[in-house]
């Protein structure tokens, strides 16, 4: 099986400067990937030996951990039925049986972007969406509308804690490049959402903005803090619909931004396509990263923080993967840095492509229309980003597939 999984694998060269690099602006030939007619091919590159050089063999071979590991029952997903069920269980315990929300938030339009976004170019206008949550909280997230024009194609960014702007800038100048309209999304209480939250035991006093792990005071039975990561996705996606109507939505996420892709494009078919980079593994597989420590996962990320949530008997994110990816047009392409510094590394996730990109091509009865996964080992760097490769083989995967309009 795993020979399968290598076969498939594409990864790329040393990575440099923020500016697309060839590889990038070559990824569309035409608006449906076209060249000569036929379907350009998906871009593909050597492992970086010079940076493999650096690692040692736990970086290359499979972990102690997966061996003798069924992985097919450890996918909780059977039939359509399952999905929907999952997902309901994910979304009463979000938002306490009240179900997503349908409200909208406060519009501001033509703003000054961030400091963050300054160095776009090809901005037509930006709007301030505000989403207002629970102990005086807000987010705010910049819709960017592309001077070209527009391809009715709306794509969300979702940065992480605290990564440096460089990728976010260059796959939103990209997806701008392309005619996307682009959402930009930043974590609770990092970047432009960086505030001071209400004291649960004394309403009317605020407290300076918490880390994720500060959180567990405001979690409560009636109240979950996965809102503030999760509730801002809903109420600008309902703006959205309500509004210009987009023909699909497609969603990118670096490491925290990463996961919150991982479990919104789960719990709300509305998300097209996904592309989640070095934002998860699988519970069973975490510890045995060749660097485990971080890559346990922040508090929003854990069994312990959220056991009603996380509750499934097989594997949550294993589930979550085939949940994003099942439905008309939907799909998701998991990334994940072989030889990433921070998070998610090593090769163990080769135990698990194979089962989840069929079981998605079960449920979708073998028609990519209707579900596809895969996953991306990208081995071209060393670092926690969306490398020019992986952002080059995110642009082919979004111009190659067909949008109904």
Same mark, same amino acid.
């Given at each position: ?113 961030? /400091?963050?976004? !300054?160095?776009? +170019? ?6 301030? =969406? *505000? &989403?207002? #949550? $629970? ?83 405001? /979690?409560?039975? !009636?109240?979950? +803090? ?6 801002? =996705? *809903? &109420?600008? #996606? $309902? ?167």
């Amino acid at each position: 099986m795993l020979g399968g999984v290598l076969g498939g694998i594409g990864a790329a060269l040393a990575t440099g400067a923020v500016a697309l690099p060839a590889e990038v602006a070559s990824a569309t030939a035409g608006p449906n990937g076209e060249q000569g007619g036929k379907r350009a091919p998906r871009p593909v590159a050597p492992v970086n030996q010079e940076v493999a050089a650096r690692f040692g063999p736990e970086y290359r071979t499979l972990p102690a951990a997966v061996a003798g590991v069924d992985v097919e029952p450890l996918i909780g997903m059977h039939t359509v039925a399952d999905i929907a069920a999952r997902r309901k269980h994910m979304i009463d315990y979000i938002w306490k049986d009240a179900g997503r929300p349908k409200t909208l938030p406060a519009v501001e339009t033509g703003v000054t972007g961030p /400091e963050a976004l !300054a160095g776009l +170019t090809g901005v037509r206008r930006i709007d301030r =969406l *505000t &989403v207002p #949550l $629970n102990y005086r909280v807000t987010a705010k997230v910049y819709d960017l509308l592309p001077r070209k024009a527009w391809n009715r194609r709306l794509a969300l960014y979702h940065n992480g804690h605290g990564e440096p702007p460089d990728t976010m800038l260059r796959t939103t100048q990209a997806l701008l490049d392309r005619g996307y309209r682009v959402m930009v999304y930043a974590m609770p209480f990092h970047h432009w959402n960086a505030q001071g939250i209400e004291d649960p035991k004394n309403p009317g006093t605020m407290l300076p903005g918490p880390s994720h792990r500060e959180l567990p005071p405001w /979690e409560s039975a !009636a109240f979950s +803090t996965l809102t503030f990561f999760l509730e801002p =996705l *809903t &109420v600008t #996606l $309902n703006h959205a619909h309500a509004t210009y109507r987009p023909v699909s939505t497609e969603m990118i996420g670096l490491s925290g931004g990463g996961w919150t892709t991982t479990v919104y494009s789960a719990l709300d078919p509305r998300v097209t396509r996904s592309y989640p980079v070095a934002g998860s593994l699988p519970f069973w597989l975490r510890p045995a990263s060749p660097k485990p420590s971080p890559t346990i996962g922040d508090f929003e990320q854990t069994k312990a923080a959220f056991p009603g949530f996380y509750a499934a008997q097989s594997d949550d994110f294993l589930d979550m993967y085939v949940m994003a990816a099942i439905g008309e047009g939907r799909g998701q392409l998991q990334i994940l840095n072989r030889f990433d510094d921070c998070c998610f590394n090593g090769v163990s996730h080769r135990a698990y492509q194979a089962p989840v990109r069929d079981r998605v091509r079960l449920l979708a009865g073998g028609r990519p229309e209707r579900g596809r996964w895969d996953l991306l080992e990208d081995a071209t760097h060393d670092d926690h980003t969306i490398s020019p490769h992986a952002l080059s083989v995110i642009l082919w995967d979004l111009d190659t597939t067909n949008v109904k309009t």
